[in-house]
């Protein structure tokens, strides 16, 4: 059965710097969007990031950021592909959620990038999340 796992999280004081990773098995991430969604306590889900797939006529591939991590994360793959990394620096206590990572065969377009309209029905592949604590 295909699986996301991450992997990352941690207690981190404020202006520190985490990273997250995705790993995928049971299926490849070269068809599938990566996007990075956290939730807070109370909060809904929240659109982090996307990753969009790049296709086979170079189109694609673009990386979507919300303007609440823009310059403070970045995305990046490894392993060929088959790994994603959400890179977290000068973290805020604002950033304390539970992160997951989730894939869909569509694009970019079904993430609320920065949003909060996210419904896990609009992801294929869902991780189980990982705990980012970010103290004062």
């Known amino acids: 059965e295909p699986q996301l796992v991450e992997s990352g999280g941690g207690l981190v004081q404020t202006g520190g710097s985490l990273r997250l990773s995705c790993g995928a098995s049971?299926?490849?991430?070269?068809?599938?969007?990566i996007a990075w969604f956290r939730q807070a306590p109370g909060k809904e889900r929240e659109g982090v990031s996307c990753l969009d797939v790049l296709r086979s006529d170079g189109s694609g591939g673009k990386i979507l950021y919300a303007d609440s991590v823009m310059g403070r994360f970045t995305v990046s793959s490894s392993n060929a592909g088959s790994t994603v990394h959400l890179r977290m620096s000068d973290l805020k206590a604002e950033d304390t959620a539970v992160y997951y990572c989730?894939?869909?065969?569509?694009?970019?377009?079904?993430?609320?990038?920065?949003?909060?309209?996210?419904?896990?029905?609009?992801?294929?592949?869902w991780g189980k999340g990982t705990q980012v604590t970010v103290s004062s």
């Open positions: 049971g299926f490849s991430f070269d068809e599938y969007a």
């Open positions: 989730a894939g869909t065969y569509a694009d970019c377009s079904v993430v609320d990038v920065g949003g909060h309209q996210n419904w896990e029905h609009a992801m294929n592949y």
